[in-house]
């Protein structure tokens, strides 16, 4: 799941980038209405965590100016706690709306909750061959078992589970895992998807990553052979 987060208050930005983060969302930030507009241009997002008063301007021309083009989920996060400035909120188009200072766990219950809305980004439990993977409690299982994996190497099982039998290009598995300004090491990605299989094949989960050379990934079910 890939947020963007615009927030110009420095200390706040980063730790609600750290939370969000550890939750398994890649987040980019944006300080101002301008670099927002220029991440949002670029990017695909699952999901837009607004503050209202920014430096160059009003968190709710950029929700305006999105809803023309997207249907991104959008929370804002605000100060503002009049019932007018909710009503402008809401009905300016945002999904939800949240008034600070606000508990980390709940904000980021909040985040799932909008995701989890139909036509949202998060589904419920997605299944290939006897792999689960719950997109909400970021927890991958054979059965009974759970397979412990890092929240990055989560977010490319997930793009893939997302569309299984289909390839899934290189750069929206990069897109989806990394924020802009993390590194992304050139082989990061083959180490992931090199680790996911490891832990697939040993946990019996009836399911096989593919490499389509110079295209991408796919997830597939095993086939069991003569029936
Ligand atoms: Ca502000």
């Known amino acids: 799941m890939r947020l963007l987060l615009v927030e110009d208050h420095p200390s706040l930005a980063e730790g ?14 944006a300080a101002t209405l301008a670099k927002a507009r220029a991440l949002a241009a670029n990017a695909d997002y699952d999901l837009l965590l607004l503050d209202l008063g ?3 301007g009003d968190g709710l021309n950029l ?43 709940e904000l980021i219950a909040r985040c799932r909750a ?22 909400v409690q970021r927890r991958v299982t054979v059965g009974e078992q759970t397979i412990s994996l890092g929240q990055r190497d989560v977010g490319v099982l997930e793009q893939l589970m997302r569309r299984k039998g289909q ?13 802009f300004s993390a590194e992304v090491t050139p082989n990061a990605l083959e180490a992931a998807i090199s680790r996911l ?8 989960g ?6 389509v050379r110079g295209v991408g990934w796919l997830i597939e079910a095993d086939t069991t052979g003569e029936p």
């Open 16 to 29: 609600l980038s750290d939370a969000l983060g550890r939750a398994g969302f890649a987040v980019d930030h």
């Open 54 to 56: 920014l430096p160059d």
């Open 206 to 211: 009836g399911a096989s990553i593919h490499t």
């Open 167 to 179: 390839v899934v290009p290189r750069r929206v598995l990069e897109a989806a895992v990394y924020a």
């Open 197 to 204: 299989r490891k832990a697939i094949e040993s946990a019996e």
């Open 114 to 135: 909008v995701l989890r809305r139909p036509g949202g980004r998060l589904g419920t439990v997605l299944a290939v061959g006897d792999l689960r993977l719950d997109s």
């Open 63 to 105: 929700l305006a100016e999105l809803r023309r083009e997207q249907a991104v989920p959008a929370i804002i996060l605000t100060a503002r706690e009049t019932l007018s400035d909710r009503l402008a909120g809401l009905d300016g188009g945002a999904d939800d709306y949240v008034v600070k200072p606000v508990e980390m766990p």
